[in-house]
Nanobody, 117 residues
Framework: QVQLVESGGGLVQAGGSLNLSCATS????????MGWYRQPPGKERELVAT???????NYADSVKGRFSISRENAQNKVHLQMNNLKPEDTGVYFC???????????WGQGTQVTVSS
């Protein structure tokens, strides 16, 4: 069973910053693309950012220039640095790994991010 454990969510004022982290096993981290998704209140889950094994990143237009995704290879972690947060960034943030060998996406339990205006 794939385990993805998120941490770092919380409450922050608009313009503030948060750093989310996601830890997983070496066997998952080393060979699969990792990413962050979010689900705003009352809305569908949406892509925030992804990073592949080679370090190539992809961002939703709404977060470009404000968020940065990175891989910490020594700790099998993926981070999401979120700067200049806006109230519309509020939601549950999920860590995800695309398990290539199985053709499925695994999810963490989610962490709440709330940005007050």
């Amino acid at each position: 069973q794939v385990q993805l454990v998120e941490s770092g969510g919380g409450l922050v004022q608009a313009g503030g910053s948060l750093n989310l982290s996601c830890a997983t096993s070496r066997s998952i981290f080393a060979v699969n693309s990792m990413g962050w998704y979010r689900q705003p209140p009352g809305k569908e889950r949406e892509l925030v950012a992804t990073i592949n094994v080679g370090g190539i990143t992809n961002y939703a237009d709404s977060v470009k220039g404000r968020f940065s995704i990175s891989r910490e290879n020594a700790q099998n972690k993926v981070h999401l640095q979120m700067n200049n947060l806006k109230p519309e960034d509020t939601g549950v943030y999920f860590c995800s790994a695309y398990i290539v060998i199985k053709g499925v996406r695994a999810w963490g339990q989610g962490t709440q991010v709330t940005v007050s205006s």
